[in-house]
């Protein structure tokens, strides 16, 4: 192959294609020159979207489902935990959600046993092959409400926490009307 573009370049009668390889040989050595971006190790979230919608669960019962949708970022791509094993001793989650509930037209943090109270999640295992290890995407996580009323409006606090402890900031979604079929955006 090198022995072709070699031939080409001092061949007299093809200066075509002499010119054509300098400029291809120029921009290969232009883009592979780009230099890696990074970022620091803790993680970033920022909230995208919160969906609300009608559902039936497992059993059958009418419910509301909502669907949060946020953007994050890790900067040493240690994001995700493996599968939990017997007798683990470290985290088993890394998805923290805090509830709040409107109440006197003021946002205040919901009690322990809420019905609405989510528990905390885990985020699968993550790992990016070659050089540059940054992770970034989107992650969608789906609530199921059996218990509302019309009057209820919510807000979720959150936060991610990657495999090296490191923790992200904190996000918030904005006000959500649980009775209202509707999207709710940033």
Not at 33 to 48: A, D, G, R, S
């Amino acid at each position: 192959m090198w022995f072709l573009l070699i031939r080409l370049c001092y061949d007299s009668t093809m200066n075509n294609y002499k010119s054509l390889l300098v400029s291809g040989l120029f921009l290969i050595a232009t883009f592979s020159c780009v230099k890696i971006q990074t970022l620091p190790p803790e993680p970033y979230v920022e909230f995208t979207s919160f969906k609300v919608f009608d559902t039936v669960d497992i059993l059958g019962n009418t419910a509301k489902g909502g669907t949060l949708k946020f953007y994050f970022e890790d900067g040493d791509g240690d994001l995700g935990l493996p599968p939990p094993a017997t007798g683990q001793t470290y985290d088993t989650t890394n998805l923290f959600l805090t509830l709040y509930r409107k109440a006197g037209g003021v946002m205040v943090p919901a009690p322990e046993n809420d019905p609405l109270k989510p528990s905390d999640y885990r985020i699968p295992y993550m790992e990016r092959l070659g050089q540059n290890k940054i992770l970034k995407g989107y992650i969608s996580v789906t609530f199921l409400y059996l218990f509302y009323s019309e009057s209820d409006t919510i807000r979720y606090d959150f936060y991610i926490k990657d495999r090296a402890l490191n923790v992200s900031n904190i996000a918030s979604t904005s006000e959500i009307a649980l009775f209202v079929n509707d999207l709710y955006e940033k």
